[in-house]
């Protein structure tokens, strides 16, 4: 399937692959899944904004299941005005550091609920388990050590997977505590 789509004055173009009839395909088979899942959002949100109607199916080969974006789930406006905040979250990624990690292990919900303390044992023990160079030198430096940076790394997550998890509450639930 062929993408192209102006945003302001940008282009969104290429190819979006593993697409079936009126189907596309996204395979993980990978236990930290949530990478994949915004992977799969994505292709949602560009096939509608392309004005394509498609369903976006996500094959988990560790759930051993298969997840369904329906057709119409957004509308082309909607999906429209997504791309358009995430071109903003780009472009302002060039000047100041877009703090997002869709690797950690841990549900991305959860992770921006979490309060300073929390979230720093967070990723210390995922980087003992996980190690990754970037991470762990921006970890080093500090980083997270300002709460306006651990804030701004949870908004930015609640940004895109918020809507993740409305598409896959089974994979991403609600956690059931608050900010704790």
Not at 24 to 37: A, D, E, R
Not at 77 to 90: D, I, M, N, P
Not at 130 to 157: I, M, W, Y
């Amino acid at each position: 399937v062929l993408i192209n789509i102006q945003i302001e004055h940008s282009v969104i173009a290429g190819k979006l692959n593993n697409s079936y009839n009126d189907k596309m395909l996204v395979i993980s088979f990978s236990k930290n899944h949530y990478k994949y899942l915004l992977e799969a959002y994505l292709k949602y949100v560009l096939l509608t904004a392309q004005g394509l109607q498609m369903e976006v199916n996500y094959i988990s080969a560790v759930e051993n299941d298969r997840y369904t974006i329906p057709v119409n789930k957004l509308n082309q406006k909607e999906a429209l005005h997504l791309l358009h905040q995430w071109v903003t979250f780009f472009k302002s990624g060039h000047s100041n550091i877009f703090l997002l990690y869709p690797e950690l292990n841990e549900n991305p919900i959860k992770i921006a609920n979490m309060n300073h303390d929390k979230f720093i044992e967070a990723i210390r023990k995922y980087l003992g388990t996980h190690p990754n160079e970037f991470l762990q030198r921006e970890f080093d430096h500090g980083l997270f050590k300002s709460s306006d940076a651990v804030s701004c790394f949870q908004e930015n997550t609640l940004a895109l997977f918020e809507p993740i998890a409305a598409m896959f509450p089974e994979l991403i639930p609600t956690p059931k505590t608050a900010k704790g």
